[in-house]
């Protein structure tokens, strides 16, 4: 699994968007990324998958450079609720599942 | 749809005890996976199943057994209980993609 690297913590306030950068220098060719979510007290939750270019969903947008060796997660318009620990994992989309392993995570506190 | 369930959720041991922290997934799910996280800290992979039948070792498997039981059951063992173990343990279920579903978590104490 290719190793990432994320910022510990951020900070921002209710209203903003937060963009969340993960980088993954020794990306192959067949890996995909994929961001969870931890809210306290709770097991992760997935939020997005990306191979390339930017996806989007109802609850994130994923942006993922030419080289892809970084993508940033981006919430729009935060709100209390999203105060959260986010993870980046890198790897296969299958065959790599069998596998999951967690980093440390950025740890995204939304203040009023 | 119960998704992923764990138990017991809380659980206070003795030094030296055994138990089994039980996982069932009714999503007819191939991969599951056990991970602790300690207070602060990231989720690290202790065991996973890839299919009913295999288990493999996760990132920090000593101290630990699992089995797989069936395609629904995975559980966890704790043969002999140290307060290193004390921690949040969640099981989670996946197709065998990088989307994974998880349990609510067993708060596990050793004194």
């Known amino acids: 699994l290719a190793k990432t690297t994320q910022p510990i913590s951020m900070d921002s306030y209710e209203g903003q968007e937060v963009n969340i950068t993960c980088s993954h220098n020794?990306?192959?060719?067949?890996?995909?990324i994929t961001w969870y979510q931890q809210f306290p007290s709770q097991g992760p939750r997935f939020i997005i998958q990306?191979?390339?270019t930017k996806v989007t969903n109802e609850v994130a947008s994923l942006f993922i450079p030419a080289d892809r060796k970084s993508s940033t997660l981006s919430l729009p318009r935060v709100s209390l609720s999203d105060t959260a620990v986010y993870y980046c994992l890198v790897g296969e989309p299958r065959g790599y599942g069998n596998k999951l392993v967690f980093g440390a995570g950025t740890i995204l506190r939304v203040k009023s | 749809n119960a998704g992923v369930t764990q138990t017991p959720k809380f659980q206070v041991l003795k030094t030296g005890q055994s138990m089994t922290l039980q996982c069932a997934q009714d999503m007819n799910h191939n991969s599951m996976y056990w991970y602790r996280q300690d207070p602060g800290m990231g989720l690290r992979l202790i065991y996973y199943s890839a299919s009913e039948g295999t288990t493999d070792k996760g990132e920090v498997p000593n101290g630990y057994n699992v089995s797989r039981l069936n395609k629904r059951e995975f559980s966890l063992r704790l043969e002999s209980a140290a307060p290193s173990q004390t921690s949040v343990y969640f099981c989670?279920?996946?197709?065998?993609?990088?989307?994974?579903?998880f349990g609510q978590g067993t708060r596990l104490t050793v004194v």
């Open positions: 990306g191979y390339k």
């Open positions: 989670a279920s996946s197709i065998g993609t990088a989307e994974a579903f």
């Open positions: 020794n990306i192959a060719t067949n890996d995909y």
